[in-house]
């Protein structure tokens, strides 16, 4: 049975997503119990196989007993294990979490909404597991797609921004086609295995090139690295918010991951960084968003806005860490992949709760939720701090090793937009720190804001606040105990020839 | 069980008692008076764990405890060594006394948002804690940053906009600081793999790979780190830091915040530096300048205000000064006396925040200009005021005079004569912003209430009520008074038992680590 995981865990929420769709017709309340059971055996099949892999090795699975090339094949090792367990864990307290924002924020289309967030989660989790190129575009595709419909669904302008989405993220996806196909004109193969073998006899031909150049930029763009970030901020802060909850956290994420994938697997380490030398163009950029995605952030007033332009800032985090392209740095650069998502989720849930309690995510309206919402405000510190990078939370400790890397390799520009956009982010956080500490400027004695005054006063229900603490003491485990996963996950996880 | 509380443990109960009252001060927070015992049982736990570990470290060394690997080559460790007792018992035995005036004060006051304020206080004890016992950078920045942030809804307290702009201040300077503290702790770590505090100091062999230039540079990230010392020019978070109630001024500048800093720069100069490497490098001289230029010119400021904390502030900053100089000369005797400063420094100026902030509770008053007669409404408080003031000038039977003392000696060892004057003239001026203050208290002609009498009938109201308001504070004017008097007794104790707490002892211990039982 355990030999089957690997395709039970794209399978079985593919299944219940169309059962959902179906039953929708005559049972509205099916949504979301099938949907949460469906993600809590994700969240345990996906433990299973990081078990399996941190035991055994990488897993090779072929889909239909198909050998590859020919067949597709799932092959997991550490560094899409621990994806894995980061997609349905996520998704499984987001979804948890919705239950009651969808029947507020979307009260006529829940099952399409269930049905539509099983159907992204097994996107992404098709994408981590696939080791076909060609497969992978599939699953992009089914994510996008289950995302654009997603995004749509929120406020008057998530229309707008959902079609923008589409447009630019259609773009995305082709670019990345079109490079898969150089690639098998070239080889003949879409398996990435067989790629690697075939690749380094090719590496002077222009297609193959071609070929490197439009996958990465085709993924960049799903990536919203900057410059190609233009969808991102409002398709996330116009979605519902449990939908930016899930889709906010994970899609960069996982599309990071596919780049360290095709530029370290696919091709060979040696090949973007000796060769083409495109690594230090990444550094560059990253930087640059970084910068970039703090300023923004900063002249925002919207906490969800801010929010996108923070993952803007992380997503060139990342891309950094794997320019430098040494060991520390990419570490770092994989730690921070899902450090970056438990952080990210737990703030947009805490957008989600307060937006629960007064209908608005405007950071105003997080006015004296230090008061009123003391769970949620501990959430919303905590994650906070993260974003910060203040010890002891995950946040830190990924960026130590991001630092570190840059020292090593004298990326000194790198280094110093890592520093100046922890001082940003302070900026960030303290402003909604202040609006919900201090309801009442210049006045003694009992406030006049205190809770009996507030109609919206108290906590959000538990089923949606419990998963936020989740996350937040997730956030602070991970940060204490960040040696163990990096010693035993994520060393493994950097891929060879670095 | 008993395993738990034997002294290998110790260190860990020093964090896990302030973080365990900070949590009960949160679900307590409807109940005042339980939320004020917790408060008060975990400050006088946490002395007793404190003091009760400096026999054992004097007399079998350093107690270590890791928790857990932190990151390659970096345990999140503690070492209770002397000179971590130092600051410990500094602000250990600062905190019962702190807790009790705060019960005084906040209360009399009416001050709004008390949880939030025990909570953090209880939380900047537990960063306190960690910096005084980290055994290496890491679990130190750790800490740092705790009693940063802990600290931040404590200065914007009153949640006016002047309160929030110092808050934000505050958090500028420390945090900036925190960035360059963090880039030279990896830095070290990129040179010698390793940050842990050791006597001797651990970048010398970084000497050879890299040039005295870097070298030069990184210290001086790690002083941009320690600017809660407040060093000129990053100082001016302190002053504009006075707009907090009384007690955080009592933490900022006597138990925790500052003394971290100038800590924070005797633990980089002595355990990473080392001796050698800051001579060799010529940093001492370098340092001492910055203490020197800051001794005299806060001095200046200080003369200049009439806001009473705000000039306790300037004199925070010279007397902060007043360490590094000690440490930056690098002698035996001058480190002795850097080290003392701290407790000694924390127990003077407290008593001087105290009396400030009673004055303000009872009276309203917060200028120096204003303050005629209040030595005869308030005799306690004023005596203790005039004792704290000479003990900062360092005028005996005070405990300002014996660390005084030795750092002169320790300018004499090391021959910089230049900086004996300095010493001097500081301490000079220390008398000449105090005298202001005492002469106004104790001599100056009592006004007539005839500024009252003008617009009499609009203030009638407003008049008996103060009055009411004064005979309420008297039932809490014991909580304040009898706090004050105690740390000016102290102030005095110190000065002929300098050996109260074994602070002498463990001062001494602390110098013969570094300099090998010289």
């Not at chain 1, 079609?163 to 193969?189: E, P």
């Not at chain 1, 520093?419 to 400027?441: C, E, P, Q």
């Not at chain 2, 740092?144 to 009153?158: D, F, G, N, R």
């Amino acid at each position: 049975m355990s030999h089957q995981f690997p395709a039970i865990i794209v399978v079985l929420p593919l299944v219940v997503s169309f059962f959902i769709f179906f039953s929708g017709w005559w049972v509205k309340r099916a949504g979301y119990p099938l949907a949460v059971g469906a993600l809590i055996c994700c969240v345990f099949l996906s433990f299973a196989i990081l078990l399996a892999v941190l035991g055994k090795g990488p897993i090779h699975y072929w889909l239909g007993g198909w050998e590859p090339p020919w067949g597709i094949e799932y092959r997991i090792d550490h560094l899409n294990a621990i994806m894995l367990v980061l997609i349905s864990g996520l998704s499984m307290l987001v979804a948890v979490h919705a239950k009651k924002s969808v029947e507020r924020e979307l009260p006529a289309k829940t099952a399409l909404f269930w049905s539509l967030f099983l159907l992204f989660v097994t996107g992404l989790l098709g994408i981590c597991i696939t080791a076909d190129l060609f497969n992978l575009f599939v699953l992009l595709e089914v994510t996008s797609l289950s995302g654009y419909a997603l995004i749509a669904m929120g406020e008057k302008k998530a229309v707008f921004a959902g079609f923008r989405y589409v447009v630019i993220g259609t773009m995305g996806a082709s670019f990345y086609l079109l490079g898969v196909g150089y690639l098998y004109i070239a080889t003949g193969s879409l398996n990435m295995a067989d790629l690697s073998q075939l690749l380094p006899e090719l590496i002077n031909s222009k297609a193959i090139l071609a070929g490197f150049a439009f996958i990465l930029i085709g993924l960049s763009i799903k990536m919203a690295l900057f410059p190609l970030h233009g969808w991102l901020p409002d398709a996330y802060t116009y979605a519902p918010s449990a939908v930016s909850a899930v889709v906010a956290p994970l899609m960069t994420k996982v599309m990071a991951y596919a780049i360290i994938r095709v530029m370290f697997t696919v091709f060979r380490a040696e090949f973007p960084i000796s060769i083409l030398q495109v690594n230090d163009l990444m550094v560059w950029f990253g930087t640059l968003a970084i910068l970039f995605g703090g300023v923004m952030a900063l002249s925002q007033r919207d906490f969800k806005r801010m929010l996108s332009y923070v993952i803007i800032a992380e997503i060139g985090y990342i891309v950094g860490g794997i320019g430098v392209a040494n060991v520390t740095a990419m570490q770092g650069a994989i730690f921070h992949i899902v450090n970056d998502a438990v952080m990210m989720a737990c703030l947009f849930l805490v957008a989600g709760l307060v937006m629960y309690r007064t209908n608005g995510h405007r950071i105003a309206d997080f006015k004296g939720i230090f008061r009123t919402m003391p769970f949620t405000a501990f959430v919303c510190t905590v994650g906070a701090l993260a974003v910060i990078g203040v010890p002891p939370t995950c946040g830190f400790f990924s960026k130590w090793y991001l630092l570190l890397g840059g020292i090593q390799a004298h990326q000194w520009g790198f280094v110093t937009a890592l520093l100046v956009s922890t001082l940003i982010n302070v900026a960030l956080f303290f402003r909604v720190f202040d609006k919900g500490l201090y309801v009442h400027s210049n006045k003694k004695g009992p406030d006049i804001a205190g809770p009996s005054n507030n109609p919206y006063a108290g906590e959000a229900p538990l089923s949606m606040l419990l998963p936020a603490v989740i996350l937040a003491l997730a956030i602070l485990l991970i940060g204490i105990f960040n040696q163990f996963i990096v010693t035993n996950v994520i060393h493994f996880a950097v891929p060879v020839g670095l | 069980m008993s395993d738990l509380f034997s002294i290998a443990y110790r260190p860990v109960w020093t964090v896990i008692i302030p973080s365990v009252v900070a949590l009960l001060i949160l679900f307590s927070g409807k109940r005042p008076n339980a939320r004020e015992s917790w408060t008060l049982i975990g400050s006088a736990a946490l002395c007793y764990t404190v003091l009760s570990m400096s026999p054992v470290v004097l007399k079998y060394g350093p107690i270590q405890f890791i928790w857990f690997n932190l990151l390659p080559g970096i345990d999140f460790a503690f070492k209770v060594d002397a000179l971590g007792l130092i600051f410990a018992t500094t602000s250990a035995c600062l905190w019962i006394l702190v807790s009790i005036y705060s019960i005084g004060y906040m209360r009399t006051l009416k001050e709004h948002a008390q949880t939030r304020f025990y909570f953090s206080f209880a939380l900047a004890l537990l960063g306190a804690m960690g910096i005084a016992f980290a055994s290496n950078l890491v679990t130190m920045f750790v800490f740092y940053e705790i009693l940063t942030i802990s600290t931040y809804p404590l200065v914007a307290h009153e949640e006016s906009p002047e309160a929030i702009t110092a808050g934000h201040k505050y958090l500028a300077y420390l945090l900036t600081g925190g960035v360059f503290f963090l880039i030279a702790i990896l830095v070290t770590y990129f040179w010698v793999g390793t940050t842990d505090f050791s006597y001797q100091g651990i970048l010398k062999p970084a000497l050879s790979s890299t040039s005295k230039f870097t070298l030069q540079i990184v210290f001086f990230c790690f002083l941009l780190g320690f600017a809660k010392a407040a060093w000129m020019p990053v100082h001016s978070w302190l002053p504009s830091a006075m707009v907090a109630p009384t007690p955080v001024s009592a933490l900022l500048h006597a138990v925790a915040v500052v003394k971290a800093g100038v800590f924070g720069i005797i633990r980089i100069v002595c355990h990473i530096y080392g001796i050698d490497l800051m001579h060799t490098l010529g940093l001492g001289l370098v340092l001492a300048a910055i203490a020197a230029f800051t001794i005299i010119v806060a001095n200046f400021y200080a003369i200049g205000q009439n806001n009473l904390k705000r000039m306790l502030a300037y004199s925070t900053i010279n007397q902060l000064s007043f360490i590094i100089l000690g440490v930056a000369l690098l002698s035996p005797m001058s480190i002795t006396g850097a080290m003392l400063h701290i407790p000694f420094h924390g127990f003077m100026k407290i008593t001087l925040f105290l009396c400030a902030g009673t004055i303000t509770a009872i009276t309203g008053k917060k200028t120096i200009s204003e303050l005629a007669g209040v030595g005869r409404i308030l005799p306690v408080t004023l005596g203790a005021f005039l004792i704290g003031a000479f003990g900062m000038s360092g005028v005996p039977p005070l405990a300002g005079f014996i660390s005084k003392w030795h750092v002169a000696l320790g300018a004499v060892e090391s021959g910089y004569l230049f900086f004996l004057l300095i010493i001097v003239v500081g301490s000079l001026l220390d008398v000449v912003y105090f005298f202001p203050v005492i002469r106004s208290a104790f001599f100056a002609k009592v006004p007539e209430d005839e500024t009252l009498k003008g617009d009499m009938e609009e203030k009638v109201d407003v008049y008996a009520e103060k009055i009411r308001g004064i005979e309420s504070r008297r039932a809490l004017y014991l909580f304040m008074i009898v706090p004050l008097a105690i740390t000016a007794i102290f102030s005095i104790l110190l000065c002929l038992f300098p050996n109260i707490f074994s602070i002498y002892d463990l001062a001494q211990t602390a110098v013969k680590n570094i300099f090998g039982g010289v």
